[in-house]
């Protein structure tokens, strides 16, 4: 509860409630309190906990789930339905009257989004009635907060991975509404968003979970609900500072800032061991590539690197990821995020074309997702999703018209990535 307070404090609601009678407890914290500010009760570490409605995003906890402890990949099926999961409107109700019991007002979100994307869905919407909020522009502004990501979270409908059996030693301490990196191409499930079996891994939310100790396995239902948001989200990736005595072959870890008093540099590498890494220098003029292997036995914060670099790493140069890369797949692409490619609109010959500089057209394939601007967003496409459809020389073809005059020096956003990966959003 802390952690969420501290962290996403401009979702939660202050309520305000008149209460005639006795309530019951658990019913009235998951209805009035927890609900109208996005949240849902788990249990987590044997507690009663919170999670909140977001996208699933990796942290420095989450698990991996691979061909490595799946137990039944081949009895694995993706499910994705309209008759669950799945909502193109939210309604709040709210106001309650003190007298008459009745919700004076009411505020429908819609996704125009959801809609051109699934039109022959009827209008299926998520239904919050709130006795505690009371009418103010903060209350207003919230709920448009909480129905976006609600929307962000269920308007495209979600996949659902059910009984995925994992070897107990994984499992054991993965709680519901936790979130797991799930899959690789290793385990050949059809990936309805490349419309192959190289199933890409992906964060997704763990919504059920059953324990089953004497036959040293957990089985877990998993939820992608960032399904079709043509989006990624993660945190900000580990890096440290080389301290005295490295060599090319080990990298001496020094304690940073931003690590716990009483953990080691390397809680933050060791997860990434067989990732490779870059280390440099503060201005870039000294750079070289390597793998992590494992750390000393002796010293537990001297790296351990093959191949070695081409120079001895001084005091100050810095351990960091890889820069993002079209050619591989890695944890640095699951649990962190890179920043976009982001391009100015040299022109636009026409109302579904724009024309970017001869350097930047690169970095656009058939398919890529744009976000339209002017540069103090007074226009902006973000109701709306365009994509490339074709490109001829600096000439990008979108699938509709921008309803706007794109200028030169407006901004192209969420480009995404070459390989088919998706743009970081920020929550």
Not at 97 to 112: F, H, K, M, N, P
Not at 230 to 256: C, M, R
């Amino acid at each position: 509860h802390e952690y969420y307070a501290q962290y996403f404090p401009s979702g939660f609601f202050d309520y305000d409630f008149y209460l005639k009678d006795t309530v019951q407890a658990d019913e009235f914290i998951q209805l009035e309190l927890y609900r109208p500010s996005g949240c849902y009760a788990v249990s987590k570490l044997g507690r009663a906990s919170i999670s909140v409605t977001m996208p699933p995003m990796a942290g420095e906890n989450t698990k991996t789930l691979d061909e490595t402890n799946i137990i039944n990949p081949s009895s694995l099926r993706i499910v994705r339905t309209y008759s669950e999961n799945f909502y193109n409107s939210v309604v709040y109700k709210y106001e309650k009257d003190a007298v008459e019991d009745e919700y004076l007002r009411g505020r429908i979100t819609y996704s125009q989004k959801s809609v051109s994307r699934v039109p022959n869905v009827k209008n299926i919407s998520y239904k919050i009635e709130s006795d505690g909020i009371r009418s103010s522009l903060e209350s207003r502004s919230k709920i448009d907060t909480q129905a976006r990501k609600i929307l962000d979270r269920y308007q495209y409908g979600a996949e659902k991975i059910s009984n995925i059996e994992v070897l107990y030693k994984v499992g054991y301490d993965i709680d519901v509404g936790e979130t797991v990196i799930f899959g690789s191409a290793a385990l050949q499930i059809s990936d309805s968003t490349l419309g192959t079996r190289a199933f890409r891994p992906r964060a997704m939310e763990v919504v059920n979970k059953r324990v089953y100790p004497t036959q040293g396995k957990v089985v877990l239902d998993l939820l992608n609900t960032a399904y079709a948001l043509n989006a990624k989200y993660g945190t900000v990736s580990p890096s440290s500072l080389v301290g005295n005595g490295a060599s090319s072959s080990v990298i001496v870890l020094k304690h940073g800032l931003a690590t716990p008093t009483l953990k080691a540099e390397n809680y933050k590498w060791t997860r990434y061991v067989g990732e490779k890494i870059r280390v440099r220098d503060s201005d870039f003029t000294v750079i070289g590539e390597s793998t992590i292997i494992g750390f000393s036995e002796s010293n537990t914060n001297h790296m351990l690197i093959s191949p070695p670099l081409g120079f001895t790493p001084l005091e100050n140069y810095i351990v960091e990821p890889m820069p993002y890369s079209d050619n591989e797949s890695t944890k640095w692409k699951d649990f962190h995020v890179y920043f976009n490619p982001r391009v100015f609109v040299e022109s636009s010959p026409s109302s579904n074309q724009i024309e970017v500089g001869a350097s930047d057209v690169d970095k656009f394939v058939v398919g890529s997702i744009l976000r339209i601007h002017s540069q103090d967003f007074t226009f902006d496409s973000d109701a709306l999703e365009f994509r490339v459809v074709a490109i001829v020389g600096n000439i990008l073809t979108l699938n509709e018209a921008v309803g706007f005059s794109v200028l030169p020096g407006y901004v192209l956003d969420l480009i995404g990535f070459k390989d088919g990966g998706a743009p970081y959003r920020l929550l």
